[in-house]
C-alpha cells in the first residue's frame, strides 16, 4: 500500500514545470477572452472626433454583456467595427502587426484586425436627422435638440452663414431617414469627424439620396461606459439623452 502511495507521489511530481506553466497560461488567456467577448473590453481611441468626452490616445471599455439585447439610443457613446464603406486607411499592417491583430481576433485580447470607431449616435432606425434649425441646432424628427457635449462645431450665423444662405454653413445637410437596422452617428469634434454626415455637407454630395454613411446594428461592438487611461481622464459615461 505504501508502495502504491509513493508511486502515486512519484507520478504528480514528475509532471513538467514547461506543461504547468503552459496549461495556466492557457486558462488565464481564456478566461481573458472570455471576459473581454461577453463581458467588456477595451479599445483605444485613434481620433479626435470625440473630443473633448474622448481624446486621441484614451482606453475606454466598452460593455459586451448587453450583447444582442443592446437597444441602441440617441446618445449612446458606441464602438462599431468599420465597413469598407467607412474604412479610409489604406496602409497595410506590417506582418508582426498582422500577427498580433490575429491573435486579438482569435482571443479577443489586445489589438485586432477590425478597424474600430468611436462616435455618438444621435439617430436610430426611423428616425429623421437634420441639420439646421434657425439658431444652429441639430433636428431630430421635427425637433431640435440640445447637444452640450458638442466641441467646435462648423460655423453657423443666423441671417450670414446658415442654411438658407450662400454659399450656406457645412453645418448643414438635408433630412435623412436612418434606415431600421442602422444607426446615424456623429463626432462630438463636429468640424473634424468623418460620421454619417460627413459627405453629406460638401457641395459635390449634399444632394445625393445616398450621401449618408449608416453604422449597421450588426458591426455595434459596444456601448463605451468607461474610459480607464489616462489616470487624466478616468471617468464613467452614462447613458444619457440627447433630446430636447
Not at 98 to 120: H, M, Y
Request: glycine letters at 8%; one cysteine or more.
Amino acid at each position: 500500500m505504501r508502495k502504491k502511495r509513493k508511486n502515486m507521489k512519484s507520478q504528480r511530481r514528475s509532471w513538467p514545470l514547461w506543461a504547468s506553466a503552459s496549461t495556466g497560461l492557457l486558462v488565464v488567456l481564456l478566461a481573458l477572452s472570455l471576459f473581454q467577448a461577453f463581458i467588456a473590453k477595451q479599445y483605444a481611441v485613434s481620433s479626435g472626433s470625440m473630443e473633448t468626452t474622448l481624446a486621441t490616445g484614451d482606453r475606454v471599455v466598452v460593455n459586451r454583456q448587453l450583447g444582442t439585447n443592446y437597444v441602441p439610443t440617441a446618445g449612446d457613446i458606441i464602438v462599431f467595427g468599420a465597413t469598407e464603406d467607412w474604412n479610409e486607411q489604406s496602409k497595410s499592417p506590417s506582418r508582426l502587426r498582422g500577427l498580433i491583430n490575429t491573435f486579438g481576433d482569435l482571443t479577443g485580447i489586445g489589438p485586432s484586425s477590425t478597424n474600430a470607431v468611436v462616435k455618438r449616435i444621435v439617430g436610430v432606425g426611423g428616425d429623421y436627422v437634420e441639420c439646421c434649425s434657425s439658431d444652429g441646432r441639430l433636428i431630430r424628427n421635427s425637433q431640435p435638440i440640445d447637444e452640450t457635449y458638442i466641441y467646435e462645431d462648423y460655423p453657423f450665423v443666423p441671417g450670414a452663414l446658415d442654411c438658407t444662405t450662400t454659399p450656406r454653413s457645412l453645418r448643414c445637410f438635408e433630412s435623412i431617414m436612418v434606415p431600421s437596422d442602422s444607426v446615424f452617428v456623429l463626432g462630438d469634434h463636429r468640424s473634424i469627424s468623418s460620421d454619417s454626415a460627413y459627405r453629406c455637407r460638401d457641395s459635390l454630395h449634399s444632394s445625393r439620396s445616398d450621401c449618408a454613411r449608416f453604422v449597421r446594428e450588426n458591426d455595434i461592438k459596444g456601448r463605451v461606459f468607461a474610459t480607464i487611461w489616462p489616470p487624466g481622464h478616468l471617468g464613467i459615461h452614462s447613458q444619457i439623452s440627447s433630446e430636447k
